[in-house]
């Protein structure tokens, strides 16, 4: 955990310092509308996996907007460790990476309302306006069980052993009918057993915008995603979680519009622009 905050912190001033250092002395000319909506996509690195997200935003007034966002996340559990079983070859397989005791392939989904609130303008050209958000919603952590190609039986033939394999879930690895786990099974294996978890989260962040067009969203994203879920969620083997949650650091991108104005007039504006 501790890796992984200083590789976000290492981000955030890699990214953010040089706008800061060059943002200063010349007014902006180019001006938001008084009223708009941004459509706006982005990508995301969690400290427990990583996801995309899109949001979708209307100015209430000259400092807060109205935020409705959806994002997908893959989470996965930071005792994650991959192996390899050195007796692969042996046994008829290929030696690949597995992680050991992985019970479930988490994905979530989230769809949420919030508030973006501006707490430093724009002043100069090239200058970056900082923004706080707060958004809460519902997610639906979808848990896709994990397999194993296991050795279950083996037979001798001509002073050679042969070794008999399958698919197996984690938990089969302490039976007695099991004496190795070789590699992972395909993906595939297990896909109509997924489990739907619901829950709710909280979203809490700093957004900072760089745009150098008025009309236009560059920002970088840092915050907290807190998860709450009805029914338990379990990545690792035997280690259930109700709560889960994660710091982040995304990219965003979009376009602001005047929503009053048809899509055929804005498209015919983007054109004498460009």
Same mark, same amino acid.
């Given at each position: 955990?501790?890796?992984?905050?200083?590789?976000?912190?290492?981000?955030?001033?890699?990214?953010?310092?040089?706008?800061?250092?060059?943002?200063?002395?010349?007014?902006?000319?180019?001006?938001?509308?008084?009223?708009?909506?941004?459509?706006?996509?982005?990508?995301?690195?969690?400290?427990?996996?990583?996801?995309?997200?899109?949001?979708?935003?209307?100015?209430?007034?000259?400092?807060?907007?109205?935020?409705?966002?959806?994002?997908?996340?893959?989470?996965?559990?930071?005792?994650?460790?991959?192996?390899?079983?050195?007796?692969?070859?042996?046994?008829?397989?290929?030696?690949?990476?597995?992680?050991?005791?992985?019970?479930? +392939?988490? $994905?979530?989904?989230?769809?949420? @309302?919030?508030?973006?609130?501006?707490?430093?303008?724009? #002043?100069?050209?090239? %200058? !970056?306006?900082?923004?706080?958000?707060?958004?809460?919603?519902?997610?639906?952590?979808?848990?896709?069980?994990?397999?194993?190609?296991?050795?279950?039986?083996?037979?001798?033939?001509?002073?050679?052993?042969?070794?008999?394999? +399958?698919? $197996?879930?984690?938990?089969?690895? @302490?039976?007695?009918?099991?004496?190795?786990?070789?590699? #992972?099974?395909?993906? %595939? !294996?297990?896909?109509?057993?997924?489990?739907?978890?619901?829950?709710?989260?909280?979203?809490?962040?700093?957004?900072?915008?760089?745009?150098?067009?008025?009309?236009?969203?560059?920002?970088?994203?840092?915050?907290?995603?807190?998860?709450?879920?009805?029914?338990?969620?379990?990545?690792?083997?035997?280690?259930?979680?109700?709560?889960?949650?994660?710091?982040?650091?995304?990219?965003?991108?979009?376009?602001?519009?005047?929503?009053?104005?048809?899509?055929?007039?804005?498209?015919?504006?983007?054109?004498?622009?460009?």
């Amino acid at each position: 955990m501790a890796l992984v905050r200083k590789i976000i912190v290492l981000l955030f001033f890699i990214v953010y310092l040089p706008v800061a250092m060059f943002s200063q002395g010349e007014f902006s000319d180019n001006r938001e509308s008084l009223k708009y909506n941004i459509n706006q996509f982005g990508i995301k690195v969690n400290s427990d996996g990583f996801g995309v997200l899109y949001t979708f935003a209307q100015r209430v007034n000259y400092r807060l907007r109205r935020n409705y966002e959806v994002e997908y996340d893959y989470v996965k559990s930071l005792k994650e460790v991959k192996m390899i079983n050195t007796n692969a070859e042996v046994y008829g397989c290929s030696m690949k990476k597995f992680v050991f005791g992985k019970e479930n +392939s988490v $994905h979530v989904l989230r769809a949420g @309302y919030g508030y973006n609130w501006m707490i430093f303008e724009k #002043r100069d050209k090239g %200058s !970056v306006s900082i923004h706080l958000q707060a958004n809460a919603g519902f997610s639906f952590a979808f848990e896709k069980p994990m397999y194993y190609v296991m050795i279950d039986s083996a037979v001798m033939f001509n002073g050679k052993p042969y070794y008999f394999k +399958s698919n $197996h879930r984690f938990e089969d690895y @302490y039976s007695p009918q099991v004496f190795d786990l070789v590699t #992972r099974s395909p993906y %595939s !294996v297990g896909m109509s057993e997924i489990k739907l978890r619901p829950g709710n989260y909280i979203k809490l962040d700093f957004s900072f915008d760089f745009a150098q067009d008025a009309m236009a969203v560059s920002a970088l994203e840092v915050g907290g995603i807190f998860d709450f879920y009805y029914l338990p969620v379990t990545i690792m083997y035997n280690q259930p979680h109700n709560f889960m949650w994660s710091i982040y650091i995304a990219y965003q991108f979009g376009r602001k519009y005047n929503p009053t104005l048809n899509r055929d007039y804005r498209r015919s504006q983007r054109k004498i622009k460009d």
